[in-house]
């Protein structure tokens, strides 16, 4: 609805332009409304006479005169304005803000929802962390943020595909096997020296221990660490993705580093490269070109033992995504990746892929506060909070709207009291307080025989007070938060926007009694306008994976 209102506006003004000059009519198609950030201003400002005063030579002011004059005309407005140096200020008809309402308790779940992007495919990348150990509380925030920007991405109209590229092959891996290794030995009684950087946490005994149950002592001779990387890894994502699932993040395919070097597309991407006269060779190492990119130095693609860096299985794996034809992926990352993303993009761009459909999403550090200290986050030391206890815990919901709540680039501090509270001192309680009371006005109106009305038809006059103004405004701006959020990449603004209507919707409620059996034309409407309500809550938490319960 919000669209189709604004899109007949911009065309009232794009017509009102195209009579002033050939020039206008030209630069018209720029123009367009956005929702005016003072109630008391409107309801939707447009800047289009400042755009185009210069070119039809008139003054700010008086150009958003002819503006005023043509939306005036319109049914879809209920009056229009000039203000300050020649912003157009539409305040629109109350019959357009209840028609919204309508079209909420029509469309029900698929309201601000759309298929703008329908027939285009997104991958998203995220969590993709090393099977070196469980997942902690550090991952949450890239998991949170990967599955909230692929359910945005989902309901603009993108066929979504969440993937977990897992790195399991290099130095990290062989530590693993190695620290693996170093346990079985000793399930055996044999003496074995733990490595100096191994992963301590009691997870490897685990692992160690069902090896030997799988295996006995057949591995006992074993000097190579792989067997044990690979037993390791098989184990450690499986435990990963089972975590995953108490957050209610789940994946369409996972991506193996490792099967990038055995099918040879490693090497075939450094032989590209060397084709491109992108890389030389120095210090028995080879270099890729990065300074004439505007980097600072060269980077090392491949170390002089022979050894791939990070960046180059990475370059390999981003060729494949493009290989696979996806209009636009997005990589979560911790924010520590961002000189290895730089690399990556240069190397795409030397074989020429469309960098404008490749976006880094990078986490910023976060900090795990509990009665008043630090949670630690090391997974080579073995003493942390895993994701699963941090989900056992606090729950789906709570976990999952804290970290969607902050912008994933800006460093967050999570606090683990405020999230234990249930009390509207929380912000997931406050909001899914929302649906609740909504749920149980419902519930007390059938009880007095108060139904929806048949093809919602009903006097909606009572809807025109500034308290109920305010309301219609909050939910017929809905979908346009959802298309802005996804098309910026933002699941945070989906909380913003919630604790906007929660707030808005709390107010109401102090003030305002909605079923009022002395007044049963102002009841049905606000009945109606109650149940608009928990629809967009419901709708919105759902983007966000969080429930939206009937009662408190």
């Known amino acids: 609805m919000y669209f189709e209102v604004v899109n007949q506006l911009n065309q009232i003004l794009m017509d009102a332009a195209s009579a002033l000059s050939p020039e206008a009519k030209e630069k018209a198609s720029d123009l367009s409304f956005t929702p005016a950030r003072d109630p008391e201003h409107g309801d939707l400002a447009a800047n289009a006479a400042m755009v185009l005063a210069k070119t039809v030579k008139k003054s700010p002011r008086d150009l958003a005169d002819v503006f005023v004059k043509a939306l005036s005309a ?20 109350n019959d357009i803000l209840v028609e919204s309402l309508k079209r909420i308790l029509t469309d029900e779940n698929q309201f601000g929802r759309s298929k703008k992007y329908a027939g285009k ?7 993709s962390a090393n099977p070196t150990g469980p997942l902690h509380v550090g991952h949450v925030r890239g998991a949170v943020v990967g599955d909230s920007t692929a359910e945005l991405l989902a309901a603009v109209g993108y066929e979504v595909t969440r993937e977990y590229y897992y790195n399991d092959a290099g130095v990290q891996m062989q530590m693993l ?12 009684g044999r003496e074995a020296e733990f490595p100096e950087n191994g992963y301590k946490g009691d997870y490897i005994r685990y692992i160690a221990a069902a090896l030997k149950t799988a295996r006995g002592d057949a591995l006992l001779p074993e000097e190579s660490w792989r067997p044990f990387t690979e037993f390791a890894a098989d ?4 435990i990963i993705m089972d975590d995953l699932r108490k957050l209610r993040v789940r994946f369409d395919a996972t991506f193996s580093e490792r099967s990038l070097h055995e099918s040879g597309e490693v090497q075939r991407t450094l032989d590209r490269l060397k084709d491109k006269k992108a890389t030389y060779e120095q210090d028995d190492a080879l270099w890729l070109k990065t300074t004439e990119y505007g980097d600072e130095k060269d980077r090392v693609l491949v170390k002089s033992d022979g050894e791939p860096t990070y960046v180059t299985p990475d370059i390999a794996y981003h060729c494949d995504k493009y290989e696979r ?5 997005v990589n979560v990352m911790g924010h520590d990746h961002h000189s290895q993303c730089e690399r990556v993009k240069i190397a795409l761009s030397i074989f020429g892929f469309d960098l404008s459909c490749l976006h880094y999403l990078l986490n910023q550090m976060v900090s795990i506060e509990r009665g008043g200290e630090k949670i630690k986050l090391s997974t080579r030391e073995g003493q942390f909070m895993t994701l699963a206890e941090m989900a056992d815990e606090l729950g789906a919901d709570v976990t999952r709207y804290f970290f969607a709540q902050r912008s994933y680039n800006t460093q967050m501090i999570f606090d683990w009291d405020l999230a234990k509270k249930q009390s509207m001192d929380n912000p997931v309680y406050y909001l899914q307080y929302v649906h609740a009371r909504a749920c149980s006005i419902e519930e007390k109106a059938r009880e007095r025989g108060i139904q929806p009305a048949p093809d919602l038809r009903f006097d909606a006059s ?25 098309e910026r990449l933002e699941a945070n603004l989906i909380p913003s926007y919630l604790e906007d209507l929660a707030k808005t919707f709390h107010t109401y409620y102090q003030v305002q009694r909605v079923l009022d059996q002395d007044d049963p034309v102002g009841t049905q ?9 928990r629809q967009v809550m419901r709708n919105g938490l759902g983007l966000l994976n969080v429930s939206a319960p009937d009662r408190m």
């Open 525 to 533: 409407a606000r009945f109606h306008l109650v149940l608009a309500v």
């Open 235 to 238: 184990i450690l994502m499986t």
């Open 121 to 127: 495919k997104a991958l998203v990348e995220f969590v």
């Open 74 to 93: 319109s049914p879809l407005v209920a009056r229009a304005e000039v203000a300050g140096p020649g912003f157009v200020n539409v305040f629109l008809s």
């Open 177 to 188: 096997g190695r620290s693996v290794q170093a346990r079985y030995r000793q399930l055996f």
């Open 325 to 329: 034809q996806y209009d636009k992926m």
């Open 462 to 486: 009572p809807l025109s007070g500034d308290r109920e103004r305010l309301l219609l405004l909050k939910l017929f701006y809905y979908p346009l938060v959802v298309m802005d959020a996804a």
